[in-house]
């Protein structure tokens, strides 16, 4: 075992509090919030089980791991909030000086479209 590897290794959390392993040495029922999320679960309220810790750019970097048992599955949004969404984006891409719908994102610094920021510009 690697120096750097024993100094991360504390499957008992006797050194860092909680159960602590290496880059890619934690076992079997532990996941980072992402991983969780590619699964289509959550934490679900549950506290942090486990860390993986490694030397990164900066120092030690550490990851949070919780147990796939108690994860939840994720909630999805209702219609209403879906269609909340849809209306606000509307609302960003619609220009304030001609009413027209655009396909991107209406810019804070102009305030309006781009044709109708610069008008003198042929399109």
């Known amino acids: 075992m690697a120096r750097t590897r024993a100094a991360f290794h504390d ?3 006797a050194r860092y509090g909680i159960p602590t392993f290496w880059w890619r040495g934690a076992p ?19 506290p942090v089980a486990a860390q993986v810790l490694w030397a990164g750019v900066g120092g030690t970097r550490a990851a949070y791991l919780y147990r796939l048992d108690l994860a939840r599955p994720k909630r999805t949004a209702s219609p209403a909030v879906l269609a909340a969404l849809a209306a606000a984006m509307r609302a960003r891409k619609t220009c304030p000086t001609c009413r027209t719908v655009r396909p991107y994102v209406i810019s804070r610094s102009l305030g309006e ?4 920021a610069y008008p003198e510009v042929p399109a």
């Open 11 to 13: 499957p008992t959390g």
């Open 28 to 46: 079997d029922g532990y996941a980072t919030r992402r991983q969780l999320r590619q699964r289509g679960l959550c934490p679900g309220g549950q």
């Open 113 to 116: 479209c781009v044709p109708c």
